[in-house]
């Protein structure tokens, strides 16, 4: 048991604090945002490149950077994110100690040491394998020990959030089932060890190839396994910002799923279901069986959609219902119209499950349709995918809530308030047309690995479309767009940390974030509330969009087939 003097009571919510884990969530937070700055950074600069009238960087340059941007964004940022999220789901809502905190600082040490040897090595020059890193293209070994060195830091840390739930079962932390919240970290958790297992089987004997104590890596194998690991670690991603939704929806509005229980059954599609998505990289591989392809794409992936398409419902019905109880019930939408959109928490949000829903969830059906995949697959409508997910979806929603960590976990107000009202808006508008225009482009064919897009010195001549560099063009001003908002981010963020006004309990009771203080996310229930029309409206508006695209593209492979 931990003395009373390692918790604090936090004025806004009423929860204990343990001072251990609010030091471990602000730490591993702080590294976080450094990561997204550099990996941000040098993604302005591979969109730089890929507008044909800028052509920034040239070859050699380019795919360092973009190694560099993929490793720093979608693995470093984003990990080291998640972690403060486990902390906060189990330590704070649970009210309980966190468990073993030597070695959650270890892990803490471990990743930083790790992405920064990755770093160097990317950055030294002879690491350039983007962040598929498939072989026979070979990294320096310090390369892959770095990556090594982070999953196991990041192992360790996911055994202490397990040990601290533990914990606080044990020591009776909270009572009945643990909140949806947490529940949705404990998802992520899940799946993110099976996760960090595929990449030690890859990548510890790639280290061991580098340097030269295995002679060969069989391609295949290593995609198959690999995948295992760069796509699943996106689940982990869609399975906690789907529960920071939740909590966000929760601290704001005091709003409460329509059902938990179907929410929590949701979230267990996601472990059984949702890291078979990896299927869809490698549906062009001649050596994978078609019967692996058609089931992996269509049976057991319908079920993860499932799972996301609840989410889809409960989030958006849970906020109407809460708005409808303060009142606001004239109409279909004067809910959403009246929600609090100057709330930059709020805002950030719900622009990004609506982005995550209508770009990254429908495009990513119809990347899964195995015939459709064959058109699409090595194009810039890969990329354009991803971003609509990992950077609409996750990291806009990880923006989002950091509106609320700076207050409530860094007791500092946030600076910059005007600025911050904005933030959201303008690096979601540029996000959203990233994802647009490089999938725009990847439709009229524009190839995803290819620092050119007209192959100006290649043997053969490839042409596109004109089109295609007007989408380039476009995708290179929305860059410009989600960079200047990802910086606002950073400025706000760092600034408020560094030099915001102290939040005592004062300041806490005259300006309160939280709606109807911690009940609200760290005890649930379900919406007794469930007529929510507008929410019904915007779900037949999505599926509307998703059966029209999806046909749209069946369209598009129709026209390859007299090739045969």
């Given at each position: 048991?931990?003395?009373?003097?390692?918790?604090?009571?936090?004025?806004?919510?009423?929860?204990?604090?343990?001072?251990?884990?609010?030091?471990?969530?602000?730490?591993?937070?702080?590294?976080?945002?450094?990561?997204?700055?550099?990996?941000?950074?040098?993604?302005?600069?591979?969109?730089?490149?890929?507008?044909?009238?800028?052509?920034?960087?040239?070859?050699?340059?380019?795919?360092?950077?973009?190694?560099?941007?993929?490793?720093?964004?979608?693995?470093?940022?984003?990990?080291?994110?998640?972690?403060?999220?486990?902390?906060?789901?189990?330590?704070?809502?649970?009210?309980?100690?966190?468990?073993?905190?030597?070695?959650?600082?270890?892990?803490?040490?471990?990743?930083?040491?790790?992405?920064?040897?990755?770093?160097?090595?990317?950055?030294?020059?002879?690491?350039?394998?983007?962040?598929?890193?498939?072989?026979?293209?070979?990294?320096?070994?310090?390369?892959?020990?770095?990556?090594?060195?982070?999953?196991?830091?990041?192992?360790?840390?996911?055994?202490?959030?397990?040990?601290?739930?533990?914990?606080?079962?044990?020591?009776?932390?909270?009572?009945?089932?643990?909140?949806?919240?947490?529940?949705?970290?404990?998802?992520?958790?899940?799946?993110?060890?099976?996760?960090?297992?595929?990449?030690?089987?890859?990548?510890?004997?790639?280290?061991?190839?580098?340097?030269?104590?295995?002679?060969?890596?069989?391609?295949?194998?290593?995609k198959i396994i690999w995948w295992g690991m760069g796509h699943s670690s996106q689940q982990i991603n869609v399975a906690?910002?789907?529960?920071?939704?939740?909590?966000?929806?929760?601290?704001?509005?005091?709003?409460?799923?329509?059902?938990?229980?179907?929410?929590?059954?949701?979230?267990?599609?996601?472990?059984?279901?949702?890291?078979?998505?990896?299927?869809?990289?490698?549906?062009?591989?001649?050596?994978?069986?078609?019967?692996?392809?058609?089931?992996?794409?269509?049976?057991?992936?319908?079920?993860?959609?499932?799972?996301?398409?609840?989410?889809?419902?409960?989030?958006?019905?849970?906020?109407?219902?809460?708005?409808?109880?303060?009142?606001?019930?004239?109409?279909?939408?004067?809910?959403?119209?009246?929600?609090?959109?100057?709330?930059?928490?709020?805002?950030?949000?719900?622009?990004?499950?609506?982005?995550?829903?209508?770009?990254?969830?429908?495009?990513?059906?119809?990347?899964?349709?195995?015939?459709?995949?064959?058109?699409?697959?090595?194009?810039?409508?890969?990329?354009?995918?991803?971003?609509?997910?990992?950077?609409?979806?996750?990291?806009?929603?990880?923006?989002?809530?950091?509106?609320?960590?700076?207050?409530l976990i860094f007791r500092r107000e946030i600076i910059l308030p005007g600025m911050a009202k904005w933030q959201p808006y303008i690096f979601g508008i540029g996000v959203?047309?990233?994802?647009?225009?490089?999938?725009?482009?990847?439709?009229?064919?524009?190839?995803?690995?290819?620092?050119?897009?007209?192959?100006?010195?290649?043997?053969?001549?490839?042409?596109?479309?004109?089109?295609?560099?007007?989408?380039?063009?476009?995708?290179?001003?929305?860059?410009?767009?989600?960079?200047?908002?990802?910086?606002?981010?950073?400025?706000?963020?760092?600034?408020?940390?560094?030099?915001?006004?102290?939040?005592?309990?004062?300041?806490?009771?005259?300006?309160?974030?939280?709606?109807?203080?911690?009940?609200?996310?760290?005890?649930?229930?379900?919406?007794?509330?469930?007529?929510?029309?507008?929410?019904?409206?915007?779900?037949?508006?999505?599926?509307?969009?998703?059966?029209?695209?999806?046909?749209?593209?069946?369209?598009?492979?129709?026209?390859?087939?007299?090739?045969?």
């Open positions: 048991m931990a003395s009373a003097a390692n918790f604090r009571t936090c004025p806004d919510t009423g929860l204990k604090v343990d001072r251990t884990a609010e030091a471990l969530i602000k730490a591993n937070a702080v590294v976080a945002v450094v990561f997204l700055a550099v990996g941000g950074l040098f993604g302005v600069l591979v969109a730089m490149t890929r507008w044909p009238a800028v052509h920034l960087l040239d070859a050699d340059m380019f795919y360092l950077v973009l190694t560099a941007h993929g490793a720093d964004v979608l693995l470093f940022w984003i990990l080291f994110f998640e972690v403060a999220i486990l902390y906060f789901a189990s330590a704070i809502l649970l009210n309980s100690r966190l468990a073993t905190p030597k070695f959650a600082w270890l892990a803490f040490i471990m990743m930083v040491v790790g992405a920064v040897m990755a770093n160097v090595a990317v950055l030294q020059g002879d690491s350039t394998v983007m962040f598929t890193s498939y072989v026979p293209m070979k990294a320096e070994p310090h390369f892959y020990l770095g990556l090594i060195i982070f999953a196991v830091g990041a192992l360790i840390a996911l055994f202490v959030f397990f040990a601290t739930l533990v914990v606080a079962k044990n020591e009776k932390t909270y009572e009945g089932s643990v909140p949806l919240v947490t529940f949705g970290a404990i998802t992520a958790a899940i799946i993110a060890v099976f996760t960090i297992a595929s990449g030690a089987v890859i990548l510890i004997p790639t280290w061991l190839w580098s340097m030269g104590f295995i002679a060969n890596i069989d391609t295949l194998l290593y906690a910002h789907v529960a920071v939704w939740y909590c966000i929806a929760a601290m704001v509005l005091g709003a409460k799923p329509l059902s938990e229980k179907v929410s929590r059954t949701a979230f267990l599609l996601y472990i059984l279901f949702l890291q078979l998505a990896s299927a869809h990289h490698l549906l062009v591989e001649p050596g994978v069986s078609s019967e692996w392809k058609i089931f992996n794409t269509s049976y057991a992936m319908y079920l993860a959609v499932l799972g996301s398409m609840i989410h889809g419902l409960s989030v958006p019905g849970a906020i109407e219902a809460a708005q409808r109880r303060r009142g606001f019930t004239h109409g279909i939408f004067e809910w959403l119209r009246k929600a609090p959109w100057g709330n930059p928490a709020f805002s950030g949000m719900f622009m990004s499950l609506v982005m995550f829903g209508f770009l990254g969830g429908i495009s990513g059906v119809v990347m899964g349709t195995e015939q459709i995949n064959l058109i699409i697959h090595n194009t810039l409508y890969v990329p354009g995918h991803f971003h609509a997910t990992v950077v609409a979806g996750t990291t806009l929603t990880f923006m989002a809530v950091t509106y609320l960590v700076v207050p959203a047309g990233i994802s647009l225009f490089m999938m725009g482009a990847g439709t009229l064919g524009v190839a995803r690995r290819h620092w050119d897009i007209t192959f100006t010195d290649a043997i053969m001549s490839v042409e596109v479309p004109g089109t295609a560099f007007l989408m380039m063009g476009l995708n290179g001003i929305s860059a410009l767009l989600a960079g200047v908002g990802g910086a606002m981010y950073v400025v706000i963020v760092v600034g408020s940390v560094l030099f915001g006004k102290r939040r005592d309990e004062a300041v806490a009771k005259a300006n309160p974030i939280i709606f109807d203080g911690g009940a609200a996310v760290a005890n649930y229930g379900s919406e007794e509330q469930v007529k929510v029309p507008g929410t019904i409206v915007l779900v037949a508006i999505f599926f509307t969009a998703f059966v029209l695209y999806y046909f749209v593209n069946w369209k598009f492979l129709s026209e390859v087939w007299p090739l045969s």
